[in-house]
């Protein structure tokens, strides 16, 4: 049996259970109900760049499959929109109706500044869960999201 077909047949509670000992978090704080109701969380994927890559198209293909599983999905990009031409995933992206942006920056430099873009995105609508790609991002990520208990 493949990985994607036993994740697809453990049920909505064994994965939040599965998330929650992953992420240190309890299993109530991932979603907002768990009796089935709804079982959706609201999931941030941070990454550095949206230009075509490995890592990029990696995060693309989770945040569709993430939104198709009825999940509330966010894509934070720390730089700019990719110039027309390399903004294939982007287009991909919006095609799913899953919320982009771009925080800018563009120089080591603006480092700070972006670190403020990225907390007042995540404090105006805070995810449940958070999950960044990149050694950029991975950073910007570890600190703003503890910050916010996420």
């Not at 047949?9 to 979603?31: D, K, M, W």
């Not at 966010?74 to 109706?97: F, N, Q, T, W, Y």
Request: proline content about 5%; some cysteine.
């Amino acid at each position: 049996m493949a990985a994607d077909g036993l994740y697809s047949q453990i049920s909505a509670v064994t994965r939040l259970e599965l998330c929650s000992l992953l992420c240190g978090y309890p299993p109530n704080t991932l979603a907002s109900t768990i009796d089935g109701e709804d079982d959706s969380m609201k999931i941030d994927f941070v990454i550095t760049e949206l230009d075509m890559g490995g890592a990029e198209r990696c995060l693309a293909a989770l945040a569709v499959h993430a939104q198709s599983e009825h999940h509330q999905v966010r894509v934070i990009a720390l730089g700019p929109k990719p110039p027309e031409g390399r903004d294939g995933l982007v287009g991909m992206l919006e095609s799913h109706k899953i919320t982009l942006h771009f925080l800018n920056g563009r120089k080591f430099w603006e480092f700070p500044w972006v670190l403020r873009r990225l907390m007042r995105v995540v404090q105006c609508d805070r995810p449940d869960l958070a999950q960044s790609f990149l050694f950029h991002a991975n950073v910007a990520s570890a600190f703003v999201y503890p910050k916010l208990s996420i």
